[in-house]
């Protein structure tokens, strides 16, 4: 997958301090920026949205 692209949040300073997504026709996969090689999480396109959704209405950590 060669279509990775950073959070728009990453901010200034270290911006590797985020993650990755790579939407394909039929899922997102998401990785740390900082462990590119490492494991993604992968969903379906239907349940990213969600996935979304949820991250935005947690509680600040």
């Not at 900082?34 to 950590?61: D, G, V, W, Y």
């Amino acid at each position: 997958m060669d279509n990775w692209r950073k959070s728009s949040h990453s901010g200034g300073g270290d911006g590797n301090n985020c993650v990755e997504i790579a939407p394909t026709p039929t899922h997102f996969a998401v990785r740390d920026s900082k462990a590119p090689t490492r494991a993604t999480l992968t969903f379906p396109t239907p349940a990213f949205t969600p996935f979304l959704e949820a991250l935005k209405s947690a509680p600040p950590r």
